[in-house]
C-alpha cells in the first residue's frame, strides 16, 4: 500500500464523513460499496465508502454499550447497528451485505464479530483498531496511537508491516471520569462538556493524557520509530497534539483534522483480498 497524502488524500475524506453524518438525504452511487462499523466506547459509527475510498454515508449514534472492548450491553449493540443498517439502505437505495469491523489490541475480536452478525451482516474483515489505521495510511516506520473510549491502543510499524501492536485500558471514558469529578457534574453532562468545551476542560484533563503518553512510551520500549500518527475522538480536545510533541519530542506527531473518523474511515477501506 502506498503511502496515503495526510492533507491531499485523508483530510478531504475525514471532513467529507464529518459532513455527512447522520445525512439522510437518498443517493444513487454506482460501484461497489464497502461498510465498516466501529463499535466505540461512547459511541458506534457506521461508514460506507465507495470505490476510492470516499465516504458516501455515516452514520452516528452516542451510546454506552462498549466498555474496555467488552460489549456490555449486547442487545443495546445489536439494536443500535440494527438501526444504522436501515438507515444507511434507505440513504443509499441498495442493499448491504457484509461489513469490516474491529476490537482493541488485546481483546477477543469475536466480541464484536457477534454484534455485527446479530445484526444480519456477514462479517468480511476484523482488524484491531490501530492496525487498521496503519493499513490506510501506508505508512513505513511508525506508530498508531488509537485513543478510543476505553482504551489506549498501540500499533508499531515496520517496513509497512505491524511489529507490535498493545492495549491499556485508559481512553476517552476517563477523561469524562476525570471531568465528572473536577466539575462535581453527572457523567453524561460531562460527556457534552468534553464535545463542546475543549479549552475549558483541557488544564483539568491533561493529566489524563499525561498517563496516556506514558503507556505508549512504555509500549514503544525496544521499537524505533519516526512518527506518531493519533487517532480517536478524545484527539480532537486543543492541547493533545502539543502534549505527545513534548513527550515525544524526536517523534514528528501527526493528528488528523476529524481524529473521530479516522478510525472508522479505516475499518471500511479494509479489502477482503488480505490488503487492506
Excluded at 48 to 67: F, K, T, Y
Aim: with cysteine.
Amino acid at each position: 500500500m502506498p503511502r496515503r497524502d495526510f492533507q491531499q488524500w485523508l483530510a478531504p475524506r475525514l471532513d467529507q464523513a464529518a459532513a455527512l453524518i447522520n445525512d439522510t438525504n437518498p443517493i444513487r452511487i454506482a460501484g461497489p460499496l464497502h461498510l465498516g462499523i466501529d463499535l466505540g466506547t461512547s459511541d458506534i459509527v457506521s461508514m460506507v465508502l465507495d470505490a476510492d475510498d470516499n465516504p458516501v454515508a455515516v452514520c452516528l449514534d452516542w451510546a454506552d454499550v462498549v466498555r474496555d472492548g467488552i460489549v456490555w450491553d449486547y442487545f443495546g449493540a445489536v439494536t443500535i447497528v440494527r438501526n444504522q443498517l436501515e438507515r444507511l439502505q434507505a440513504r443509499l437505495g441498495q442493499s448491504l451485505e457484509s461489513a469490516n469491523t474491529s476490537f482493541p489490541p488485546g481483546t477477543n475480536p469475536r466480541i464484536s464479530v457477534n454484534v455485527i452478525e446479530a445484526a444480519g451482516l456477514r462479517v468480511a474483515q476484523v482488524i484491531d483498531e490501530p492496525s487498521a489505521v496503519a493499513s490506510l495510511l501506508g505508512i513505513e516506520r511508525a506508530a498508531v496511537v488509537d485513543i478510543g473510549g476505553g482504551t489506549t491502543g498501540i500499533a508499531v510499524v515496520r517496513d509497512g508491516q505491524i511489529v507490535y501492536s498493545g492495549d491499556e485500558p485508559t481512553g476517552g471514558h476517563h477523561v469524562s471520569l476525570t471531568l465528572a469529578g473536577n466539575r462535581r457534574i453527572p457523567l453524561e453532562e460531562a460527556e457534552i462538556l468534553k464535545r463542546h468545551d475543549g479549552d475549558g476542560v483541557w488544564p483539568v484533563v491533561q493529566p489524563v493524557f499525561e498517563k496516556m503518553c506514558d503507556i505508549v512510551r512504555q509500549h514503544l520500549a525496544g521499537h524505533q520509530v519516526d512518527e506518531l500518527y493519533l487517532s480517536g475522538g478524545s484527539c480532537a480536545l486543543p492541547g493533545v497534539r502539543e502534549l505527545f510533541a513534548s513527550e515525544f519530542p524526536g517523534l514528528t506527531v501527526h493528528l488528523p483534522s476529524q481524529p473521530l473518523f479516522l478510525t472508522p474511515l479505516s475499518i471500511a477501506a479494509c479489502r477482503e483480498t488480505g490488503g487492506h
